[in-house]
């Protein structure tokens, strides 16, 4: 096993979701994201803040579905690092270009409640 982080693993996989889903769309809005188990850095908590409409593009090209399956991968990914938050976070999309920023569990289920 590589025990280097790959500082490009998360922004070149959000990319490619992003062609593959969205890449005729654009949609602004916020994924806030926690993984509510302490022993497993699965996301099993989220709020999605967009549009109705934006939303419904969301669910339609797979987008949600897909996303949720990468931020699994992501919080698992990064829970192999220590000193890395693997707990959640925020991934913004603006004009469907994402960026994620991970914080403390704590933070993320404020943002959440």
Same mark, same amino acid.
């Not at 593009?57 to 996303?67: C, E, Q, V």
């Not at 919080?75 to 960026?99: D, H, I, M, P, T």
């Given at each position: 096993?590589?025990?280097?982080?790959?500082?490009?693993?998360?922004?070149?996989?959000?990319?490619? =979701?992003?062609?593959?889903?969205?890449?005729?769309?654009?949609? +602004?809005?916020?994924? /806030? %994201? &926690?993984?509510?188990?302490?022993?497993?850095?699965?996301?099993?908590?989220?709020?999605?803040?967009?549009?109705?409409?934006?939303?419904?593009? =969301?669910?339609?090209?797979?987008?949600?579905?897909?996303?949720? +399956?990468?931020?699994? /991968? %992501? &919080?698992?990914?990064r829970s192999q690092f220590e000193g890395l938050?693997?707990?959640?976070?925020?991934?913004?999309?603006?004009?469907?270009?994402?960026?994620?920023?991970?914080?403390?569990?704590?933070?993320?289920?404020?943002?959440?409640?």
């Amino acid at each position: 096993m590589n025990n280097i982080f790959d500082d490009h693993f998360e922004a070149k996989r959000l990319e490619r =979701l992003r062609i593959q889903c969205l890449s005729n769309v654009n949609i +602004s809005g916020e994924i /806030i %994201f &926690a993984a509510m188990d302490d022993n497993l850095p699965y996301i099993n908590q989220s709020a999605w803040m967009f549009q109705n409409n934006d939303n419904q593009i =969301l669910s339609d090209s797979g987008y949600k579905y897909y996303m949720l +399956s990468m931020l699994d /991968i %992501f &919080a698992e990914y990064r829970s192999q690092f220590e000193g890395l938050e693997c707990r959640g976070g925020v991934v913004s999309l603006k004009n469907s270009a994402s960026v994620i920023v991970w914080m403390p569990q704590i933070e993320v289920l404020a943002l959440i409640k």
